[in-house]
T-cell receptor, first 114, second 115 residues
Framework: DSGVTQTPKHLITATGQRVTLRCSPR?????VYWYQQSLDQGLQFLIQYYNGEERAKGNILERFSAQQFPDLHSELNLSSLELGDSALYFC?????????????FGSGTRLTVV | DQQVKQNSPSLSVQEGRISILNCDYT??????FLWYKKYPAEGPTFLISISSIKDKNEDGRFTVFLNKSAKHLSLHIVPSQPGDSAVYFC??????????????FGQGTRLTINP
């Protein structure tokens, strides 16, 4: 157990629907990062929050949004889902001094859009 | 723009031999590099890292080499063991400290260790 909890582990939904992925960071970590891994692709950075505020944005679609709550858990909202959104979505967390050890990842949410 | 590239999608190595995984980067601002290992149905886990002020870092069977002039790093695993079979991701960031720096990942290399 890495200490980063992602729910649900699996999600199957239809095109056009909206889903919410949840992440609880490791205790004490203030930063949360969301990454997408599509088939045969690397980990693509989506967005980062630090202590409730958005800090960095990557290749995140306008149909996607995220937030980090006061208790530091984060949610990634995916709307108007398309078949191409099927992927593994990882959440990671780091402390302020994330430095040498980078991030701690959760086990991911596998989203299948049918 | 793929700033971190792992050009070999897969690698097969005999148990007991050396595994060498390669990674190239284009952003000269990167000064901290990490390798992650990923098993199926699990998230990536940190393996080893290296700062740009070094050219080698060793941890047990794992050694990472950095060639800044070539913007190239490699991970050596010796001797390779069946449990090393996994996908390995190279990652880089600008700034070794501070949680605000996002990691940029390569596409990953699937390593298979054959008995």
């Amino acid at each position: 157990d890495s200490g980063v909890t992602q729910t649900p582990k699996h999600l199957i939904t239809a095109t056009g629907q909206r889903v919410t992925l949840r992440c609880s960071p490791r205790s004490g970590d203030l930063s949360v990062y969301w990454y997408q891994q599509s088939l045969d692709q690397g980990l693509q950075f989506l967005i980062q929050y630090y202590n409730g505020e958005e800090r960095a944005k990557g290749n995140i679609l306008e149909r996607f949004s995220a937030q980090q709550f006061p208790d530091l858990h984060s949610e990634l909202n995916l709307s108007s889902l398309e078949l191409g959104d099927s992927a593994l979505y990882f959440c990671a967390s780091s402390s302020l001094e994330g430095g040498n050890y980078g991030y701690t990842f959760g086990s991911g949410t596998r989203l299948t859009v049918v | 723009d793929q700033q971190v590239k792992q050009n070999s999608p897969s690698l097969s190595v005999q148990e007991g031999r050396i595994s060498i995984l390669n990674c190239d980067y284009t952003n000269s601002m990167f000064d901290y590099f990490l390798w992650y290992k990923k098993y199926p149905a699990e998230g990536p886990t940190f393996l080893i890292s290296i700062s740009s002020i070094k050219d080698k870092n060793e941890d047990g069977r794992f050694t990472v080499f950095l060639n800044k002039s070539a913007k190239h790093l490699s991970l050596h695993i010796v001797p390779s063991q069946p449990g090393d079979s996994a996908v390995y991701f190279c990652a880089a960031k600008a700034g070794a400290g501070g949680g605000a720096q996002k990691l940029v990942f390569g596409q990953g290399t699937r390593l298979t260790i054959n008995p």
